[in-house]
């Protein structure tokens, strides 16, 4: 069974920084399009940034230059580095494994995710 368990959220001030991980179990971690998402009450769950099995990054253009995708292998685990937050980057984040190696458009029923953790970005 394949699980997703993220984990790294909290509350911060306006500029300062937080690392969410996520820990994949029972998938062929490597091979798989990874994603970080976030959801806020009322709204469209948004694409954040994805890495593919290659280890190539896409970001939506509002976090692009401020946060970081990244996966470690070895240890089974995505990363989101989040620098310079602000108070619109508070949501939920949730990570999700795409079936293909390449990172699609969209997502399909196909995707797997997380619980998510919170992130609350003060003013």
């Known amino acids: 069974q394949v699980k997703l368990v993220e984990s790294g959220g ?3 001030q306006a500029g300062g920084s937080l690392r969410l991980s996520c820990v994949v179990s029972g998938l062929s971690y490597s091979d ?4 970080w998402f976030r959801q806020t009450p009322g709204k469209e769950r948004e694409g954040v940034a994805t ?17 970081t995708i990244s996966k470690d292998n070895a240890k089974s685990t995505l ?10 980057d508070t949501a939920k984040y949730l990570c ?9 458009t969209s997502t ?11 992130v609350i970005v003060s003013s």
């Open 10 to 12: 909290g509350s911060v």
């Open 32 to 35: 798989h399009c990874m994603g």
């Open 51 to 67: 890495i593919d099995g290659g280890g190539s990054t896409s970001y939506t253009d509002s976090v692009r230059g401020r946060f």
């Open 79 to 88: 990363y989101l580095q989040m620098n310079s937050l602000k108070p619109e």
């Open 96 to 104: 999700t494994t795409y079936r293909s190696y390449y990172c699609p």
């Open 108 to 118: 399909t029923s196909e995707n797997l995710w997380g619980q998510g953790t919170q």
